[in-house]
């Protein structure tokens, strides 16, 4: 206690019954032993407190009710079975030994209940982001710490909290449940399944905060986390443990670009993790619908805080998500967590800031938001193989104001992750899906990530469509051009109309790099841009009947030798010859 000055120290005796003028006398002598001041109790009417009383003096509880009591009972023999060993003679001793304590228990009492924050004065050992819990079993979690109070956001039936409740500290900080058993299934914030399928008994009990892995402790991310998607694996490829960005506007393929990565790594031995932030629930069913579709929902987990939760679930979700994915890459696993999206988490949490009176984040104030979302990002890593080799590979997704990459949360997690990739509403909107924009576009990784059979393959791919680009703005206000800009203009209009990719429909590796030898040996150069998708989609057939053991051998190998090459070219001259007799 601050102050002992018995003019400024409320001393209060709360119980269902009024205590006798010698109960008071022996509360005023234990204060007065306690404390070294003479103090007349005040005593208010609770029937909170059955079968005793609970004196308060200043911020100190000390409960002699009969639950107090039970709850001094449960603290002794949880403490005696730390450890193990033989479990009944610990509970015999713990029994035989048990007196109550005269003990100041860090209670605390409801001030304020509003819009899912609690202020709750007492407690003033609570720690930032500790776990508390209501009396009427609602949990909550410190979010504000102020001099003579403390603001809780609450988890759950907030309409049970009122002021006048009583809220216990509990020590301990937030954590979800992990373990193999939610593989597979929709489980909310909390871990708690929402798929209507039975209780998952969970392998252990994963803090949601945690610091990110040190430099020591990581290693280089040299290993392709393949998507399946052509112009992301040959031009932008995301390796293991890599932090790659998907942004864009509303509505340009962001989700469905992650969800292609998801349904890619069947048969490879990655768990994926969906952590799902302020969308409709209608949405989240109809993305595990798909999943269940694809086969992708049985290495999934799909963390769900829908549009109609708090903002304290929605705030909590994406940790909790990371959380799921730590424990299995310290077990040694590769995981790739998709947060959809953290523009809603920062929504989210500017409301929490505002509901705690405290200044939210904003274009002039941007750091706090920054921290926000670097402390969840820098733990996607790939770990040294002294700590198992596991990696942990990010893809949150944000969403842009008409394409303004400039807003100060887009350059918040531009600057936090290793690459972005950009979509564009006029790709869009002309039919070039997926709507990567090559040129905003960028993997920091880079080819340390890439096979080497899809470097070899890609080649100047990327400056080909760079160089189309600008001639096709140029050519726009030109009504004349000679014969090799019009075939220049033909071969990157080719070009992008192969990297189009319908969407659940992800390439194998022996596939794209079939495309790219073809594309860039200007095989299909004098196929018309809206035939080249029926072109690559039956030449992919004609390979697969054809050359069957060049697709396997480039597919296990991940080489592509100059012999491969040669008869991919080939090939692909037989096949055109078909095409055009079609």
């Given amino acids: 206690m601050k102050n002992n000055d018995p003019g400024t120290v409320k001393v209060i005796i709360y119980s269902d019954v009024p205590p006798s003028p010698e109960q008071l006398k022996r509360f005023g002598d234990f204060v007065l032993r306690r404390y070294g001041f003479e103090a007349v109790p005040v005593w208010e009417k609770s029937d909170k407190f059955g079968g005793g009383f609970c004196l308060r003096v200043g911020e100190d509880v000390y409960d002699w009710s009969a639950s107090g009591r039970l709850k001094q009972f449960r603290d002794k023999l949880k403490s005696s079975l730390v450890g193990g060993g033989k479990i009944l003679p610990l509970i015999r001793k713990a029994v035989n030994e048990f007196s109550p304590e005269i003990i100041a228990d860090e209670h605390g009492l409801v001030l304020e209940v509003g819009d899912g924050i609690a202020v709750c004065e007492g407690m003033r050992h609570a720690a930032y982001g500790e776990i508390v819990i209501f009396e009427s079993g609602v949990r909550g979690m410190v979010q504000d710490l102020l001099e003579d109070k403390v603001g809780c ?71 392709p986390m393949e998507t399946g998607l052509l112009v992301v694996d040959s031009m932008f490829p995301i390796g293991r443990g890599q932090r790659e960005l998907i942004i864009g506007d ?38 595990y619908e798909t999943l269940k579709k694809k086969g992708a929902a049985d290495y999934t987990i799909i963390v769900c805080a829908s549009a109609g939760e708090p903002a304290s679930i929605q705030y909590i979700a994406p940790y909790a998500g990371c959380a799921m994915a730590e424990y299995f890459m310290y077990s040694g696993r590769d995981v790739l967590v998709v947060y959809d999206d953290l523009s809603k988490h920062a929504v989210a949490y500017r409301t929490l800031s505002l509901l705690l009176e405290r200044s939210p984040g904003r274009e002039a104030y941007p750091g706090d938001v920054f921290y926000l979302h670097s402390r969840l990002l820098e733990r996607a890593a790939r770990l040294s193989d002294e700590k198992g080799g596991g990696s942990m590979t990010a893809l949150p997704i944000v969403e842009t104001q008409a394409g303004d990459v400039s807003a100060y949360i887009p350059t918040n ?45 890609s080649g100047a791919l990327r400056l080909a469509l760079s160089q189309y680009r600008e001639m096709e703005v140029f050519s726009q206000f030109s009504s004349d051009l000679d014969e090799a800009t019009k075939r220049s203009l033909a071969y990157g209009q080719g070009l992008m109309a192969l990297m189009r990719q319908k969407q659940y429909s992800p390439y194998k590796q022996c596939e794209e790099v079939a495309l790219l030898v073809t594309a860039l040996g200007k095989v299909m150069q004098d196929i018309p841009a809206s035939a080249v998708g029926a072109f690559a989609e039956g030449l992919l057939a004609y390979f697969r009947k054809e050359i069957p053991d060049v697709m396997d051998s480039v597919e296990t190998t991940r080489v592509l030798g100059s012999d491969d090459k040669k008869a991919i ?14």
């Fill in 569 to 582: 070219l080939d090939s692909a001259k037989k096949y055109l010859e078909i095409f055009n007799a079609k």
């Fill in 153 to 223: 956001v609450m988890f759950g039936d907030v309409s049970s909290v009122s002021a006048g409740s009583l809220v216990y500290r509990t020590g301990k900080t937030a954590g979800v449940p992990v373990g193999e058993g939610f593989i597979g299934r929709v489980v909310d914030a909390l871990g708690s399944p929402i798929d209507g399928g039975p209780p998952v008994t969970p392998a252990a009990y994963q803090p949601i905060e945690a610091p990110a892995p040190g430099i020591i402790d990581r290693q280089p991310v040299d290993r």
């Fill in 413 to 457: 997690i531009i600057s936090i992750t290793d690459g972005q990739l950009f979509l564009e509403s006029e790709l869009f909107f002309e039919g070039q899906r997926p709507a990567v924009n090559v040129g905003l576009s960028v993997s920091r990784v880079g080819g340390s990530a890439q096979t080497a059979a899809l470097k070899s393959a």
């Fill in 250 to 287: 509303r509505q340009t393929g962001k989700t469905a670009l992650a969800i292609d990565a998801v349904i890619n790594q069947k048969g490879k031995n990655v768990i994926c993790i969906y952590v799902a932030i302020g969308q409709k629930t209608s949405s989240v069913a109809r993305l």
